[in-house]
């Protein structure tokens, strides 16, 4: 059983960068496809990255593209989401995902993965 544990997140103003970080035990990371999801207070879980267990594909929501990038330190077993020139709509907390990866069927979706873990917040000050 995989388990999954979110860090990195913070408050800071907008413009700034922070680095989450989703420290995973159980399991090799890298044998998943793994992706970062987040929710705003009052609305729904969204997409934000994934990679998928290749390494190969990388997919981003249109909102961050160019700003936030996915990776996986095989050596630590840990995700990673580098999260530059930070906007205030980017206020939510952000969950670390991992699951089966499937070319028959959304990844984007929250549905698809398996592990979660409990989130961490990020608030971006105008």
């Known amino acids: 059983q995989l388990q999954l544990v979110e860090s990195g997140g913070g408050l800071v103003q907008a413009g700034d960068s922070l680095r989450l970080s989703c420290a995973a035990s159980?399991?090799?990371?890298?044998?998943?496809?793994v992706a970062w999801f987040r929710q705003a207070l009052g609305k729904e879980r969204e997409f934000v990255a994934l990679?998928?267990?290749?390494?190969?594909?990388?997919d981003y929501t249109d909102s961050v593209k160019g700003r936030f990038t996915i990776s996986i330190d095989i050596t630590k077993n840990t995700a990673n989401l580098q999260m530059d020139n930070l906007k205030s709509e980017d206020t939510a907390v952000y969950y670390c995902?991992?699951?089966?990866?499937?070319?028959?069927?959304?990844?984007?979706?929250?549905?698809?993965?398996?592990?979660w873990g409990r989130g961490t917040q990020v608030t971006v000050s105008p």
């Open positions: 995902a991992a699951g089966r990866d499937n070319i028959r069927q959304s990844m984007r979706v929250p549905g698809t993965y398996d592990f």
């Open positions: 159980g399991g090799p990371l890298n044998r998943f496809a």
């Open positions: 990679r998928r267990w290749t390494g190969s594909t990388l």
